[in-house]
T-cell receptor, first 109, second 114 residues
Framework: GQNIDQPTEMTATEGAIVQINCTYQ??????LFWYQQHAGEAPTFLSY??LDGLEEKGRFSSFLSRSKGYSYLLLKELQMKDSASYLC??????????WGAGTKLIIKP | ETGVTQTPRHLVMGMTNKKSLKCEQH?????MYWYKQSAKKPLELMFV???????ENNSVPSRFSPECPNSSHLFLHLHTLQPEDSALYLC?????????????FGPGTRLTVT
């Protein structure tokens, strides 16, 4: 079966750095996405990785290792507005997105 | 502003009712999707339309019936639902199905079946 695993919840301090991990087992791989979803709102696109390595976008970076079936989202200089759920999704060989259950990130002052 | 709108935002319906959810995208995209989001569960893909043609139906019960009259509009018709169908229903669109196209989501319809 296809499976995406990510921690259910994480807590971090304002101004700090946090890393949210995602491991996947899918039938084929055609890219990995990270989305942010604030409570009661729509998921919004953060990043896309299809090749191994690190993609940096301002305070957010995303890393991919296809051989390990592993990705992480790195958030730096955390702000209170970063409190949200972070969803990992993998596009499989049929170009369907397989989603993780999301990681709820709580930022404390 | 995501460019994808959904109505209604909240819906309470009985198990014998018939209702419809509406999604409209203003992004010029050719693919549209319906997802179900339940608490602490992964997003479940329900239906996919690419250039108005349904390309995916992920074993969704027949009490959910999609309709895509054009590339900008998507409906989800609901009838004789069960309490376990209570969830957030999200609509999304993308340029096309496949490749690196990211999906843009609407705010969702919070559905409660009583």
């Amino acid at each position: 079966g296809q499976n995406i695993d990510q921690p259910t919840e994480m807590t971090a301090t304002e101004g700090a750095i946090v890393q949210i991990n995602c491991t996947y087992q899918t039938s084929g791989f055609n890219g990995l996405f990270w989305y942010q979803q604030h409570a009661g709102e729509a998921p919004t696109f953060l990043s896309y990785n299809v090749l191994d390595g690190l993609e940096e976008k301002g305070r957010f970076s995303s890393f991919l290792s296809r051989s390990k079936g592993y990705s992480y989202l790195l958030l730096k200089e955390l702000q209170m507005k970063d409190s949200a759920s972070y969803l990992c999704a993998v596009r499989d060989s049929n170009y369907q997105l397989i989603w993780g259950a999301g990681t709820k990130l709580i930022i404390k002052p | 502003e995501t460019g994808v709108t959904q109505t209604p935002r909240h819906l309470v319906m009985g198990m014998t009712n018939k209702k419809s959810l509406k999604c409209e995208q203003h992004l010029g995209h050719n693919a549209m999707y319906w997802y179900k989001q339940s608490a602490k569960k992964p997003l479940e893909l329900m239906f996919v339309y690419n250039f108005k043609e349904q390309t995916e139906n992920n074993s969704v019960p027949s009490r959910f019936s999609p309709e895509c009259p054009n590339s900008s509009h998507l409906f989800l018709h609901l009838h004789t639902l069960q309490p376990e169908d209570s969830a957030l229903y999200l609509c999304a669109s993308s340029q096309e199905v496949g490749d690196s196209y990211e999906q843009y989501f609407g705010p969702g319809t919070r559905l409660t079946v009583t």
